[in-house]
């Protein structure tokens, strides 16, 4: 099946930072200039301080951007670059304007965040229904095979030879 990971680089629309401070861009919103220019990526450190208790957590990074966390398959999702008006006091009007792009109310994270869950759920029971098919062909195809094995083997006994092993043919 595919992983948490493939799933928030597909599907989440929001800029994403990894354990290892790997900055991915949303397939909607890019991250902010402050956030590519960031030395520290101190927002990764979110993905140690979640708590599990919690659904979705609201922070700031010390640049004054939201930082958002939520669990998502057992693992921790970490979003940033973000301004989470009603969370975040931390960053001035012009920066706010600048960056209008970035801005919104926690209510719409959290929006975007179901609807991000429901599409991973049908994006993982299309996939399994998927691989169930792929497996079943295999299958087939491996009875198919085995039935002209066995078909042969008589054929073949009465020929030189009294054995199918074709991986020891024109061997010395």
């Known amino acids: 099946m595919a992983t948490t990971t493939d799933h928030t680089r597909l599907l989440l629309p929001l800029p994403t930072v990894t354990p290892h401070g790997d900055l ?6 890019p991250h902010p200039a402050p956030c ?3 030395r520290s990526k101190q927002c990764k450190d979110r993905h140690v301080e979640h708590d599990a208790t919690q659904a979705v957590m ?6 004054g951007w939201s930082v958002v966390s939520f669990t998502h398959g057992g693992r921790v999702v970490v ?20 960056h209008h ?3 919104m109310q926690a209510t719409d994270v959290a929006n975007i965040l179901e609807e991000y869950r ?19 062909m295999v299958h087939e195809m491996q009875t198919a095979v085995n039935l002209v094995y066995r078909n042969m083997e008589p054929l073949v006994a009465r020929l030189q ?3 199918l092993n074709i991986g020891s043919a024109g061997r010395k």
């Open 79 to 98: 979003l940033n670059g973000l301004i989470v008006t009603d969370k975040n006091d931390r960053l001035d009007e012009l920066t706010r304007k600048r």
């Open 161 to 163: 030879g009294d054995t």
């Open 58 to 63: 609201f922070g700031c990074c010390e640049q």
């Open 118 to 136: 429901e599409r991973c759920g049908r994006l993982d029971k299309q996939i399994e229904g998927t691989v169930s098919k792929k497996f079943g």
């Open 24 to 29: 991915h861009p949303g397939s909607v919103l």
């Open 36 to 38: 590519l220019s960031c």
């Open 101 to 103: 792009r970035h801005r």
